[in-house]
């Protein structure tokens, strides 16, 4: 692997753990701000601890060493959770500032999956 591939990979996998970690941890604690997001959502309140505790776990899994196919999970959980909240907030008509968190969190998923080592890569068949 190319040194530039694997700074790329580490960025970007740190600050997508970062994220979905901070963001696991508020929908976990049931953040007054995050009640209130979820609400005007149309969601129930009780999908912030589910969400928060995936989070955690799926930032576990893309942090430990080894088990590639939880990784594949982990990065295809996150894809669609932030692809989720696009769509929700696009239904709802939330103003564009919104749409950064997810869209950043999305893309850092993308670059952290593309650029995994190859010792995280599921081996082809």
Request: charged share 15%; proline share 5%; hydrophobic share 55%.
């Given at each position: 692997?190319?040194?530039?591939?694997?700074?790329?990979?580490?960025?970007?996998?740190?600050?997508?753990?970062?994220?979905?970690?901070?963001?696991?941890?508020?929908?976990?604690?049931?953040?007054?701000e995050e009640?209130?997001?979820?609400?005007?959502?149309?969601?129930?309140?009780?999908?912030?601890?589910?969400?928060?505790?995936?989070?955690?776990?799926?930032?576990?899994?893309?942090?430990?060493?080894?088990?590639?196919?939880?990784?594949?999970?982990?990065?295809?959980?996150?894809?669609?959770?932030?692809?989720?909240?696009?769509?929700?907030?696009?239904?709802?008509?939330?103003?564009?500032?919104?749409?950064?968190?997810?869209?950043?969190?999305m893309v850092?998923?993308?670059?952290?999956?593309?650029?995994?080592?190859?010792?995280?890569?599921?081996e082809k068949?």
């Open positions: 692997m190319k040194k530039r591939n694997k700074v790329f990979y580490w960025i970007a996998t740190i600050w997508l753990a970062l994220g979905m970690l901070s963001t696991g941890i508020v929908q976990l604690i049931r953040m007054e009640v209130q997001s979820i609400n005007a959502l149309g969601y129930p309140t009780y999908l912030l601890p589910m969400l928060g505790t995936w989070k955690i776990l799926g930032v576990i899994a893309i942090l430990i060493p080894k088990f590639p196919l939880l990784k594949e999970w982990a990065y295809a959980g996150f894809l669609f959770v932030m692809i989720g909240a696009i769509i929700s907030h696009l239904s709802v008509g939330d103003e564009l500032i919104t749409f950064f968190g997810p869209a950043l969190l850092l998923t993308v670059v952290s999956w593309y650029f995994r080592p190859a010792n995280r890569k599921l068949q």
